[in-house]
């Protein structure tokens, strides 16, 4: 079993920063893709930024240059540091992974993290 915790959330103003973490860990052989989603109340969950295992990354549209997502592969952790934070942007942060266990190296599973939430205040 793999678990993803992830932490860093918070309360910020308008134009703060928030760095958000997530930690992989159990029965991990490797990790492929690593992503952020979120989800705001009504609102479908939707992709935030992703990264291969080989560090290349894609971001929406709605929060390039203002969010990076990084990796430690030897870790198994993911990163999104958030800066010129919008009211926009609260949601409940997940983090997900694509993972190759130990028990099944030929198959790859998805697994999600519990969330966490990010608020940001006007």
């Known amino acids: 079993q793999v678990q993803l915790v992830e932490s860093g959330g918070g309360l910020v103003q308008a134009g703060g920063s928030l760095r958000l973490s997530c930690a992989a860990s159990?029965?991990?052989?490797?990790?492929?893709?690593m992503r952020w989603y979120r989800q705001a109340p009504g609102n479908q969950r939707e992709l935030v930024a992703a990264i291969t295992r080989s560090g290349s990354t894609n971001y929406a549209d709605s929060v390039k240059g203002r969010f990076t997502i990084s990796r430690d592969n030897v870790k198994n952790t993911v990163h999104l540091q958030m800066s010129s934070l919008k009211p926009e942007d609260t949601a409940v942060y997940y983090c997900?992974?694509?993972?190759?266990?130990?028990?099944?190296?030929?198959?790859?599973?998805?697994?999600w993290g519990q969330g966490t939430q990010v608020a940001v205040s006007s």
């Open positions: 159990g029965s991990i052989f490797s990790i492929n893709d």
């Open positions: 997900y992974a694509i993972v190759t266990t130990t028990h099944q190296p030929g198959i790859t599973v998805q697994y």
